[in-house]
């Protein structure tokens, strides 16, 4: 988001911004009438309010999240992914490419020993055998796949620090 004359983008908020944000973050689907009432505000400002924050970019989208258990994910990996020529092309084929592969989640080009790293979520080790088989090791300049296989999660959240 880029920066107004007044400084950074989380200058544009106040206390009122930061409390609705807080509660769309615990709660999504909550009512504009509710959340009106929490924050102490008329319906009508509130939305006028969210409606803004939705448009500046500080809500990105609504989403549920859903129990990977339940939903028959058991296995969280974290690939770690060595690019094996470091020039734009290879790294763009590789973004691209990542994209369209539903079981990674996340995908993040980073700094040190490995030049990505992908939380993957699949079935079980033979699903992830397979996704490294037929999608991850085909893609076009990989120099090596490096994973770690999640024993168990202590946190996970998607709710920022306001």
Do not use: W
């Amino acid at each position: 988001m880029p920066k107004t004359k007044s400084g950074s983008p989380r200058e544009r908020l106040d206390d009122l911004d930061r409390a609705i944000l807080r509660l769309l973050q615990d709660d999504g689907r909550i009512s504009n009438a509710e959340l009106a009432r929490r924050v102490g505000l008329s319906p009508p400002s509130v939305l006028q309010r969210v409606r803004r924050l939705e448009t500046l970019g500080f809500v990105q989208r609504y989403c549920a999240h859903l129990d990977p258990g339940k939903m028959g994910f058991s296995l969280t990996v974290f690939a770690m992914v060595s690019i094996s020529l470091h020039h734009e092309e290879a790294i763009e084929t590789f973004r691209r490419a990542v994209t369209d592969i539903p079981e990674v989640l996340e995908c993040f080009h980073v700094s040190g020993d490995f030049d990505f790293l992908l939380r993957v979520l699949v079935r079980d080790m033979a699903d992830y055998e397979r996704l490294i088989r037929e999608r991850l090791s085909r893609i076009g300049g990989i120099g090596k796949i490096h994973s770690s296989f999640v024993l168990a999660t202590t946190k996970s959240t998607c709710v920022l620090p306001l």
